[in-house]
T-cell receptor, first 113, second 111 residues
Framework: DSGVTQTPKHLITATGQRVTLRCSPR?????VYWYQQSLDQGLQFLIQ???????AKGNILERFSAQQFPDLHSELNLSSLELGDSALYFC????????????FGQGTRLTVV | TQLLEQSPQFLSIQEGENLTVYCNSS?????LQWYRQEPGEGPVLLVT?????EVKKLKRLTFQFGDARKDSSLHITAAQPGDTGLYLC???????????FGTGTRLQVTL
């Protein structure tokens, strides 16, 4: 158990819909990262928050947004969903936003039908 | 854009064999991490290497960071079926504050 909790574990929704994925980081970790992993692909960095503020942005679509709340949990919002958005979405947390190790949650498997 | 290429992409070997996975980039990283991911699970951190030329051992796994901090290798001795999984390297850039993940090496170890 990495200490990072993601909910829900599975999500099936229709095209055009909007969903919210939730992540609770490890206790004491200030930084949260979101990654997307399509079938049999590597991990694509989406966005990082550090202590409530956006720290780094990757290949995140405009239809996607995220935020980190004062209690440090984070949410990833995906809207106007398309079939190609079906993937595993991982959240990771680390103590700082620099070189420290990241610990991953078990992911949310999103299926868009 | 920082890219990390891993080779080979796929590796299927028998129990007891040795193997090496490579992680290469044209960029310099301040540190490099190796993860193993099993199906349906999140990646699990194996090791972090920080200093150029550094070698770390974790039981049968040996990790090396290149002198120029642009590449790394993972060597597994006497592979076991429990080593099966997707191995990912990830480079950390302290300035960018994010991990850049490699393309991954899928390892299958059979009896």
């Amino acid at each position: 158990d990495s200490g990072v909790t993601q909910t829900p574990k599975h999500l099936i929704t229709a095209t055009g819909q909007r969903v919210t994925l939730r992540c609770s980081p490890r206790s004491g970790d200030l930084s949260v990262y979101w990654y997307q992993q399509s079938l049999d692909q590597g991990l694509q960095f989406l966005i990082q928050y550090y202590n409530g503020e956006e720290r780094a942005k990757g290949n995140i679509l405009e239809r996607f947004s995220a935020q980190q709340f004062p209690d440090l949990h984070s949410e990833l919002n995906l809207s106007s969903l398309e079939l190609g958005d079906s993937a595993l979405y991982f959240c990771a947390s680390s103590k700082t936003g620099g070189n420290t190790e990241a610990f991953f949650g078990q992911g949310t498997r999103l299926t868009v039908v | 854009t920082q890219l990390l290429e891993q080779s080979p992409q796929f590796l299927s070997i028998q129990e007891g064999e040795n193997l090496t996975v490579y992680c290469n980039s044209s960029s310099v990283f301040s540190s490099l991490q190796w993860y193993r991911q099993e199906p349906g699970e999140g990646p699990v951190l194996l090791v972090t290497v920080v200093t150029g030329g550094e070698v770390k051992k974790l039981k049968r796994l040996t990790f090396q960071f290149g002198d120029a901090r642009k590449d790394s290798s993972l060597h597994i001795t006497a592979a076991q079926p429990g080593d099966t999984g997707l191995y990912l390297c990830a480079g950390a850039d302290g300035t960018a504050s994010k991990l850049t993940f490699g393309t991954g090496t899928r390892l299958q170890v059979t009896l």
